[in-house]
């Protein structure tokens, strides 16, 4: 499906997630494509090319260049000259300041949820967050992640904010690959509960301003951690 890179470790590839009602065969092409790029079973950099994909789905080319054009369109993938179609990179500084933008939007988002959030949406944040306690044990950061993402979703809902909370999610797949590295960080997923329980707190107090801070340092990337994560993006990020 994939044309690899020199040197790259060859890795299975996701089957097509099922049809959704009254899509058509590009939509859910691209709706495949996004998951393995947000995923990571598509990395920064990795080329794509057009005929092993319509082989590998069982389309004609039409619907590829059209699932394509669309995730060129959304900034997940790029037309590089003499290099076809690639999964999108990111220059450092500018992923840093997507960072900063993130920081500032899941901000929104808690403040908002702080202020609006339902006792149900409440309480479902609580639970979340006791299910990403638990999956610590595991030491499995993959697990961590599918469960964190769960937790910042609810928070994007219980915003009541929706176009604030499409823009969240918007950038949020745009870094996806990048952010998820921030998992596999020595000592991240252990900071995380603890940042998570300063954001929960300060909803459950509808204290929308500390909710506010307390998001924004959760994402922000300063410090040490902003080195750290530096360090681990070589193969993922042109700088």
């Known amino acids: 499906m994939t044309t690899m890179r020199a040197g790259e470790k060859t890795r299975p590839v996701e089957e097509p997630r099922a049809r959704a009602p009254g899509s058509t065969l590009s939509e859910d092409l691209r709706a495949t494509l996004e998951e393995m790029i947000v995923a990571g079973s598509l990395s920064p950099g990795e080329r794509l090319d057009e005929a092993e994909l319509a082989s590998r789905f069982g389309m004609s080319r039409t619907p590829v260049r059209e699932a394509v054009k669309s995730l060129v369109a959304m900034g997940l993938l790029e037309m590089r000259p003499r290099q076809g179609v690639t999964v999108a990179t990111i220059s450092i500084p500018v992923l840093l300041e997507m960072f900063q933008m993130m920081a500032a939007l899941e901000g929104l988002c808690a403040k908002l949820a702080a202020r609006r959030a339902t006792i149900s949406e ?25 469960i964190n993402l769960e937790f910042h979703e609810l928070l994007y809902d219980a915003s009541h904010a929706q176009f604030i909370a499409s823009q969240t999610r918007s950038l949020r797949r745009r870094i996806g690959a990048y952010r998820r590295s921030v998992t596999h960080q020595p000592g991240r997923m252990a900071a995380t509960i603890g940042e998570h329980e300063r954001i929960l707190d300060a909803i459950e107090r509808a204290d929308a301003e500390e909710a506010f801070k307390a998001a924004l340092d959760h994402v922000n990337l300063l410090g040490d951690d902003m080195a750290d994560f530096i360090a681990g993006l070589p193969s993922m990020a042109e700088g």
């Open 122 to 146: 409440r309480r479902a944040l609580r639970e979340i967050h006791s299910r990403l306690i638990q999956s610590l044990s595991d030491g499995s950061p993959e697990r961590f992640y599918t």
